[in-house]
């Protein structure tokens, strides 16, 4: 995969992690993603109203398609806590998580690794995090926790 610039002025490699992130295999597309993309560009060379009412109208209709869907929820494995403080002296509590809902880390290409894989250098590990909620700790003191879930190649 090279990382030559494309016609669309966006890197080939970056094409490529765009389609990975929609779940798509970009040898499928057949060049229909640089099609859109120059067209894109053309529109904006050549009319920036439409170009922006266009994209507009894509934010919307993806805001509106997001609203439809279903929340989906899953519940972590337990891995381990790494207890450290916060600025104020209060505790604050980071549980790292693994579940298999979230996708394996990549490697410095953009591709899945092997399980087999020992080297953790260059990796692009995905992960979900948790709002910050406030409890009470062992001791009785307002503390924060956050969740931190991982795929558990």
Not at 28 to 36: I, Y
Not at 79 to 89: L, M, W
């Amino acid at each position: 995969m090279s990382n030559q610039g494309s016609s669309t002025g966006i890197p080939s490699k970056s094409l490529h992690l765009i389609a990975e992130q929609m779940g798509v295999d970009f040898s499928e597309l057949g060049g229909q993603a640089e099609q859109v993309w120059s067209m894109l560009n053309d529109l904006r060379d050549s009319n920036i109203d439409a170009y922006y009412a266009f994209i507009q109208k894509q934010m919307e209709a993806s805001k509106t398609e997001l609203s439809n869907k279903a929340i989906a929820y899953f519940t972590p494995k337990k891995g381990f806590v790494v207890k450290t403080k916060s600025k104020a002296g209060s505790s604050v509590f980071v549980n790292f998580c693994h579940h298999h809902v979230i996708q394996k880390p990549l490697d410095g290409d953009g591709k899945p690794i092997n399980e087999k894989r020992v080297d953790i250098s260059d990796l692009q590990i995905p992960l979900v995090v948790s709002d910050v909620r406030n409890l009470v700790d062992a001791l009785g003191k307002n503390a924060n926790a956050v969740d931190v879930v991982v795929h558990p190649w």
